[in-house]
Each structure stands twice: as structure tokens, then as C-alpha cells.
């Protein structure tokens, strides 16, 4: 596979980001649409970063939108690097405006998130996605094919990004659960 990313790593941001504390539901900015962003406004290009650095710290954190930190914007981070469930893997990367433009093999899957700390809930989603997005810094379009956890952690992060949380996903209150390991 091509590099969906053309040598963009998240060094590219030229900022080690801040870790920033994250938002747990009700929040109401986990439940507003976020606005499209100019992927080149330094302030972007910041937040990127401090996603970034917040994921890193966070264990077991495989991605993170810009709602969980309060910020109502399309801008989000992935990495399911190491991940038991990954097949395919594009590392640590960020994306601003993404859109989901194919989607098929759904499969049903537990999901859980830092913003709902205490449940996990059975979530129906493509097991493959192809994802049009800008970078941030650059604002280059990308298209990015994967599949598997990779693209269960994409959708997750993009309905962040729509106001979505998992829970708005589950298929009643018997798919939703009390989570049992703590990160």
C-alpha cells in the first residue's frame, strides 16, 4: 500500500503539544457537531499536537478528538501501533475534516472511551473504510484505506467529531457494559 500520508509524520506539527485534560460525558461539548477547520491555522496545527501529546500519556488511548478536550472542532489523532486487534497500521498520525467516503464488512465490536470512563458498549461499524481528511500543518488531502481496529478507531474518533459518542451507536441498553479493567 502507498503512503496515504507522503512522509507526513507528527513531527511535522514542529510542537511537542501540551497534555490537556480530557472531558467525560455530559459535557455538552461531546454532543456538538464540530466545525470544519482551516488545517493550516496555527491554533489547529496546535491542537494537533496537544491530541497528540494527550494520547501518548493516556494508556490505552488509540485515539482522541478535539471534543474530548473541550474543543469543538473536526480534528482528531489515531495510533493502534502495537494494538492485539490492528491488521493494518499507519501509526501516529492526526487528520482535520475527515469524511468517510466508503465503508463495508460491518462487524459488530466492544468499544470503550476515555469520555465514558465506566461503560463499554457493542458498536456495529465497517471493518473497512476509506477516509478523506486534510493534514494538519500542510492541509494536504489525504486518502487513507484500512481496516480492522484501524478503522474501528477512525470511525470512533470522526463521530467524536460529529457530536457522536459510542453510546449513541449501541443497538440498546443490553449492548451497553459496566467496564471491568481500568487503564
Known amino acids: 500500500m502507498s503512503d496515504p500520508f507522503h512522509g507526513w509524520t507528527p513531527d511535522a506539527l514542529g510542537d511537542a503539544g501540551e497534555v490537556l485534560p480530557v472531558v467525560t460525558a455530559p459535557d455538552p461539548v461531546l454532543s456538538r457537531p464540530g466545525p470544519e477547520v482551516d488545517p493550516s491555522d496555527p491554533k489547529v496545527v496546535r491542537l494537533a499536537a496537544d491530541l497528540l501529546a494527550t494520547m501518548r500519556v493516556s494508556p490505552g488511548c488509540v485515539g482522541l478528538a478535539a471534543p474530548q478536550v473541550g474543543v469543538s472542532a473536526q480534528v482528531f489523532v489515531v495510533n493502534v501501533s502495537g494494538h492485539p486487534k490492528a491488521a493494518t497500521v499507519h501509526g501516529a498520525f492526526a487528520l ?75 443497538a440498546g441498553a443490553h449492548a451497553i457494559h459496566q467496564r471491568k479493567t481500568y487503564l
Open 96 to 170: 482535520c475534516n475527515a469524511k468517510v467516503v466508503e465503508a463495508s464488512r460491518w462487524r459488530p465490536g466492544r468499544e470503550g472511551c476515555m469520555s465514558v470512563p465506566d461503560l463499554t458498549g457493542d458498536v456495529k461499524r465497517a471493518a473497512r473504510v476509506v477516509v478523506e481528511a486534510a493534514l494538519p500543518g500542510t492541509g494536504e488531502p489525504v486518502r487513507l484505506a484500512t481496516d480492522a481496529f484501524e478503522a474501528r478507531a477512525l470511525q470512533h474518533e470522526i463521530d467524536h467529531c460529529a457530536g457522536l459518542l459510542f453510546l449513541d451507536r449501541v
